[in-house]
């Protein structure tokens, strides 16, 4: 029935601990990689000797390294600009707490704000949408058949989601995202032409291994 399968292997990378409970989006934060049961959990789920990509922000650089510390042969990363998580422009840097307050009459149950607004200075969902999707596409083409780790962000992850589903932005908005989590989307090319996603799993735990 399938011709070839590529398999993304995504992860959201390990929880930013430094940011003092502030908005920090597209900030280059460091992560805390302490947890080496789910670093072990992520090495012994994850398939050895695939295209490792990462984003251009270190917290997610920090994470493969962590995984390969844990025991996972990995290729030297990909680093790709278009899987950045979302910039939130000039709300980074404020407190939840503050943004929360700010934003009262507007509030999302599931992000910062509604798929189609803009922060002032930065992104909507929808934009970060369209670049990870070109960036999807891209290394799809480039990487066909293989199994690829990427390892990126929560926006980013949702985003790749929704393209895969084929759903509207808000929808791929409702999807929980956790630290560390693994989301596996396959795209299937059919023996008879053309290509269909499989969605394979979504958030599941790196401790869930055994």
Not at 194 to 202: E, K, N, P, T
Request: hydrophobic share 45%; proline share 3%.
């Amino acid at each position: 029935m399938f011709s070839r399968v590529t398999r993304w292997w995504w992860v959201r990378h390990a929880p930013v601990t430094v940011n003092q409970g502030r908005v920090y989006g597209g900030d280059d934060l460091d992560c805390d990689t302490d947890d080496g049961e789910a670093f072990r959990g992520l090495a012994a789920i994850l398939p050895a000797e695939s295209v490792l990509i990462t984003s251009s922000l270190k917290r997610t650089q920090q994470t493969a390294e962590a995984i390969r510390l844990a025991g996972l042969a990995l290729a030297e990363p990909i680093v790709e600009e278009d899987f950045r998580e979302q910039s939130f422009g000039e709300w980074q840097g404020l407190r939840f707490e503050d943004f929360l307050a700010m934003r009262a009459a507007d509030r999302h149950a599931h992000w910062l704000a509604a798929a189609q607004e803009r922060a002032p200075g930065g992104e909507s969902f929808e934009d970060l949408r369209a670049r990870v999707t070109r960036g999807i596409e891209r290394h799809g083409a480039d990487h066909a058949g293989r199994d690829i780790v990427a390892v990126a962000h929560g926006g980013v992850i949702k985003a790749a989601i929704g393209h895969a589903l084929g759903c509207d932005s808000e929808t791929a908005l409702v999807f929980a995202v956790a630290n560390c989590s693994i989301t596996v989307l396959e795209h299937a090319e059919l023996e008879n032409g053309g290509a269909i996603w499989r969605v394979a799993q979504i958030n599941r735990p790196p401790h869930q291994h055994r």
